[in-house]
C-alpha cells in the first residue's frame, strides 16, 4: 500500500508540472498577442487615409465671395501644382495672398497677366492693392484691377469707390466687375443696379468692363440680350471647360483656385484664355 501511495504521488506531481507549464506557455501567448494587437492598433491610429481626388466645382459650393479656399479641396489636390501649357495663364489676388515677392512672382512662366481687388461695395478698398499694382508693374507685368459688386448698395456709391482709388492711367487690363452675390435683393433690382454701375464704368473708361461671374449667376442674371457687347470671365473648378447657356461666348476661365505661383504664399487663382481668346481682348485701350 505504501509504494502505492508514493507512484500516486510522484503521478500527481507529474500532471501538476505539465498543467503548469501548459498554463505558463498559455499565458505568455496571450499577453504576446494582446501586445501585438495594441502596437497593430496604434499604427493603424497613425495612419491617415488620403480622400480621393474629386473635382471640385464652383458651380457646387457655397458662394465665396472673394476668399480663397472657399470649396473643401482634398489634401491629394492642394499639394498638386496645376498648370495648363496650352494658351496663356494669368492670376488674380488679393489681401488674402498676404505680402507678394513681385520680383518673384514675375519669373514663374505660368504668369502673364494679373488681375488684383482695388474696392467692394461704396467704401472698401484692398490694403494691399497699392502696393501689388505698383510691384507688378515694376517687374513688367500686365495688370487690371477689380471691383467686387454688393447688389444691396447703391451703384453710384461704388462707382465713386472706384474712381477714388483705381487709376485708369495705371491699367493695362479692362476694368472688372466680380459679380458673386445678390445680397438678398430681387432679380430686377440686382440687374438694374448693375447695370448702372457698368454704364458708369463704361463712360468713364471708354469700353464695357469684363464681367467676373460663375456659371449658374450667368444663366440667371446674364443669358439675354442687355449684356451680349460684355466680355466675361467665368469661374468653374472642373476638369472640362464649361459652357454657357445659350452658346455664349466668354474671354476667360478661372479653373483652379489652388495654383500654385513663385512668390506666392499658399493657393491662388489662376485662370486662361478660351476659344481662341488672347490678352489682346481684354488690354485696355486709351
Not at 457646387?60 to 489634401?75: E, L, T
Not at 468713364?204 to 460663375?214: D, L, S, W
Request: aromatic share 12%; net charge positive; glycine share 6%.
Amino acid at each position: 500500500m505504501k509504494g502505492i501511495h508514493i507512484k500516486h504521488i510522484s503521478l500527481l506531481f507529474l500532471v501538476f508540472f505539465v498543467a503548469l507549464t501548459a498554463y505558463s506557455q498559455t499565458t505568455n501567448f496571450y499577453r504576446t498577442s494582446e501586445k501585438e494587437q495594441k502596437k497593430e492598433k496604434k499604427k493603424k491610429s497613425h495612419h491617415v487615409k488620403i480622400p480621393k481626388a474629386t473635382e471640385i466645382s464652383i458651380l457646387n459650393a457655397q458662394s465665396r465671395p472673394d476668399r480663397p479656399g472657399g470649396s473643401p479641396v482634398p489634401p491629394v489636390l492642394q499639394s498638386r501644382r496645376i498648370y495648363l501649357s496650352e494658351g496663356k495663364t494669368g492670376i488674380d489676388i488679393s489681401h488674402y495672398q498676404g505680402r507678394i515677392n513681385w520680383e518673384e512672382v514675375a519669373r514663374d512662366p505660368q504668369v502673364t497677366f494679373v488681375i488684383m481687388k482695388a474696392t467692394e461695395s461704396s467704401d472698401f478698398v484692398d490694403n494691399t492693392y497699392q502696393y501689388n499694382i505698383r510691384e507688378a508693374r515694376r517687374h513688367g507685368l500686365k495688370v487690371g484691377s477689380y471691383h467686387f459688386y454688393r447688389a444691396h448698395v447703391d451703384p453710384e456709391l461704388q462707382f465713386r469707390n472706384m474712381m477714388r482709388n483705381i487709376d485708369p492711367r495705371q491699367q493695362d487690363i479692362l476694368p472688372v466687375i466680380d459679380v458673386e452675390l445678390t445680397n438678398g435683393v430681387s432679380h430686377d433690382l440686382f440687374v438694374n443696379r448693375l447695370e448702372r454701375l457698368c454704364d458708369m464704368v463704361t463712360n468713364a473708361y471708354g469700353a464695357h468692363p469684363i464681367i467676373y461671374t460663375g456659371k449658374n449667376f450667368f444663366a440667371k442674371y446674364f443669358n439675354n440680350l442687355r449684356w451680349r457687347h460684355y466680355k466675361f470671365w467665368i469661374a468653374a473648378y472642373t476638369s472640362k471647360q464649361p459652357e454657357l447657356a445659350g452658346g455664349q461666348d466668354y474671354i476667360m476661365w478661372q479653373f483652379t483656385d489652388k495654383s500654385r505661383v513663385q512668390g506666392i504664399r499658399g493657393g491662388v487663382d489662376m485662370s486662361r484664355f478660351v476659344f481662341g481668346h488672347t490678352i489682346d481682348d481684354i488690354l485696355y485701350r486709351r
